[in-house]
């Protein structure tokens, strides 16, 4: 009963961290999580493997792969240009749907969800080595919302404010299932995953060892 019923439901409210960015805790069904995950591992097969992005010269430690478009350190492009030249996967409408509902749930009647259109999605696989480093997410024309999805390994997520990368910043617990979306005000925020923790991933999420989380985004190109 105690796995049922624990304290921890009580202890993750669903919460608004700075206007514009909301976090679910447990958005995301256990079956759904394995549902996700198993699309993921079909996206890993190809026609663009994960790979690790090198940013001004450091090769990150996530390993992605996109859908939609694909990003590369400042843009986005049809093909990954920078791993094998190959077309990425067409952006599914089950994500869109995803996506609409995510902000139907983050912002109700602030934001017209239906017309929320994302078309492309970072798809990244975290080790427990893995780390992201305070970045903003800028490379979109668009200043749509960026709506995330976690599965697995829990993380510490870092959000920051759209000025710096030190404080003030606000740190949260980002488990398997938890959604956050941030737009308006904090689209531009910095942010990053700056521990991961192993052996958190719950029994059924359909991953047993690491992280996935899943960014939805307008690009803002035709
Ligand atoms: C990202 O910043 O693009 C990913 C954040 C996360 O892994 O939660
Ligand atoms: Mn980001």
């Not at 759904?32 to 090198?54: D, H, K, L, T």
């Amino acid at each position: 009963m105690s796995t049922l019923f624990g304290d921890e439901l009580l202890s993750r409210p669903r919460r608004e961290i700075a206007p514009g960015a909301v976090h679910v805790p447990g958005w995301l069904r256990l079956d759904q999580q394995a549902w996700i995950a198993e699309r993921f591992r079909g996206w890993a097969a190809g026609p663009v493997p994960p790979r690790a992005a090198s940013v001004r010269g450091h090769r990150m430690s996530v390993r992605t792969v996109c859908l939609g478009w694909h990003w590369q350190p400042y843009r986005y492009t049809r093909e990954a240009t920078d791993v094998n030249g190959a077309r990425v996967l067409g952006f599914p409408d089950w994500l869109v749907r995803v996506g609409r509902l995510a902000l139907a749930e983050a912002y109700g009647d602030d934001y017209p969800a239906r017309e929320y259109t994302p078309d492309t999605a970072l798809a990244n696989f975290y080790d427990s080595e893995a780390r992201m480093g305070m970045h903003q997410d800028k490379d979109e024309a668009s200043r749509e919302p960026v709506v995330s999805l976690s599965i697995g390994d829990s993380c510490l997520f870092r959000f920051c404010n759209t000025e710096t990368r030190a404080k003030p910043y606000e740190d949260l617990l980002l488990a398997s299932g938890d959604l956050f979306v941030f737009g308006g005000p904090s689209r531009l925020a910095y942010h990053g995953v700056p521990a991961l923790y192993p052996g958190t991933a719950p029994p059924g999420c359909g991953l047993e060892a690491g992280r996935i989380n899943i960014t939805l985004r307008v690009t803002g190109k035709a």
